[in-house]
Nanobody, 121 residues
Framework: QVQLVESGGGLVQAGGSLRLSCAAS????????MGWYRQAPGKQRELVAA???????NYADSVKGRLTISRDNAKNTVYLQMNSLKPEDTAVYYC???????????????WGQGTLVTVSS
């Protein structure tokens, strides 16, 4: 059983910074893409940033230049460095791991429980 655990959320003022971490645990043979999604109250969950095992990244237009995704494949951990935060960044941030190869030889998608980021004005 593979689990993702997020950490690093909290309350910051506009213009401040946070770094989110997401660690995958369990018997994992490989993970293709890992990413961060967010969901604000009354809104649909949206992709914030994603990164493949090869280092290719994809960002939402609203966060380009402010948020940076990275991963440590050896630790099965993905990070989201959040700078110049804006109130509209307020949301629950969810870690995602796509195409996780487990011990049964099957590929699965795994989600974390989420961590709350609140940006005050």
């Amino acid at each position: 059983q593979v689990q993702l655990v997020e950490s690093g959320g909290g309350l910051v003022q506009a213009g401040g910074s946070l770094r989110l971490s997401c660690a995958a645990s369990g018997r994992i043979f490989s993970i293709n893409a890992m990413g961060w999604y967010r969901q604000a109250p009354g809104k649909q969950r949206e992709l914030v940033a994603a990164i493949t095992s090869g280092g290719s990244t994809n960002y939402a237009d609203s966060v380009k230049g402010r948020l940076t995704i990275s991963r440590d494949n050896a630790k099965n951990t993905v990070y989201l460095q959040m700078n110049s935060l804006k109130p509209e960044d307020t949301a629950v941030y969810y870690c995602n791991a796509d195409r996780v190869l487990g011990s049964d030889g099957m590929y699965r998608e795994v989600w974390g429980q989420g961590t709350l980021v609140t940006v005050s004005s």
